[in-house]
């Protein structure tokens, strides 16, 4: 049995097209990761998972593979919010006794795939199509004992005070009883986080400039992707991963849909994402930031990335 609900209204959402009229008039130019996934992006994000030196999705799995049971003791109802993919979604509900599944995607087309791919587990699936940072509110009332997962890392993707914002309004969703399960990358050798953002195959490098591919789809601009290179590095001051791309040449840019001329001095940088790397104090602060408490951390035996439990404080 399943259900979506689509809570999506294109208008009211913040577009490509504001967020490359915001982010390309700054004086430090950047647009925000979620316009990587593209059908293209997507398919290049798959690769990107599939290379070796890639540990994050591969890591993440074997820690659910281990520990479902564990982190899905006594849980009736899975959330997961951004769901993509089900496969971290299946070994949890295989895991654990769970009878229903709430993926929350942007995309209907995931949720819906979602939908038909659980089927065959026995749960019902409840699907939402909204935006996780808009619609929390709108999700349907639990089911029992709710466990919410934001798993791959991407917690890393928010600015420290959009992500405490962020996990306070997780925080709404969890009765007593409840608990989130949050997937965080860890802080450790720079060499190896570095490796994971610029790998030797160059699929990261052509991930990253898809997203002008992007905009030139669907805003008719005019950028140059063989312009610029790929810029990985973690930042170790702040403890995360920044990519960029860098203008190999100056560069004039027209953007016709928004009629915007856009330019770019020599080196120039655009920066696409940061993905912050988190030590148990940080996860620990994060949480306690907004009202939850940090039940259990668990991770694979290098502590290269981890699931903490947390609860409403």
């Known amino acids: ?17 504001d967020d490359v009229l915001d982010g390309l008039t700054r004086p430090f130019k950047e647009l925000p ?6 059908a293209r992006g997507s398919q290049l994000f798959e690769l990107i998972c599939a290379q070796p030196e890639y540990y994050p999705t591969r890591t993440e ?11 899905m003791d006594g849980v009736d109802e899975l959330v997961e919010l951004g769901s993509g993919a ?17 993926p929350v995607d942007v995309s209907e087309t995931v949720v819906r795939a979602a939908a038909d791919e659980l089927a065959g587990l026995g749960v019902e699936v409840h699907g939402v199509v ?35 914002r962020f996990l306070r309004s997780i925080a709404g969703l969890l009765a007593p009883g409840d608990r989130l399960l949050l997937g965080a990358d860890l802080v450790k050798d720079p060499a190896l986080i570095e490796a994971a953002y610029d790998d ?18 669907e805003l008719d601009a005019d950028f140059d992707l063989d312009a610029f290179e790929h810029v990985a590095f973690f930042d170790r001051v ?27 001095a020599h080196r120039e940088e ?21 009202g939850l408490r940090l039940d259990a951390l668990v991770t694979d035996p290098r502590q290269w990335f981890a699931i903490s439990v947390a609860s409403a404080a």
Not at 2 to 11: F, G, I, P, Q, T
Not at 33 to 38: A, G, S
Not at 61 to 71: G, K
């Open 238 to 264: 702040h403890e995360w991963t920044e990519m960029r791309l860098r203008a190999l040449t100056p560069q004039h840019v027209t953007i016709g849909a928004l009629g915007l001329e856009v330019d770019f």
């Open 1 to 17: 049995m399943s259900a979506v609900d689509v809570h999506l209204a294109v208008a009211a959402e913040r577009t490509l097209a």
């Open 200 to 217: 030797a195959a160059g699929v990261t490098a052509e991930f990253n400039r898809n997203v002008l591919a992007v905009v030139n789809r």
């Open 130 to 164: 909204g935006d996780i940072e808009r619609h929390l509110d709108r999700l349907p009332p639990p089911a029992g004992r709710r466990a919410v997962a934001f798993l791959g890392g991407t917690i890393g993707n928010f600015l420290p005070g959009s992500r405490r």
């Open 61 to 71: 799995t074997a820690i659910l593979r281990e520990r479902a049971a564990e982190l």
């Open 270 to 290: 655009l920066r696409t994402e940061i993905s912050a790397k988190f030590t148990r104090e940080r996860i620990a602060a994060d949480l306690a930031a907004a």
């Open 86 to 102: 089900t496969a971290k979604a299946r070994l949890l509900l295989e895991g654990g006794e769970a009878t229903r599944y709430v």
């Open 33 to 38: 990761p979620k316009h990587f996934y593209d």
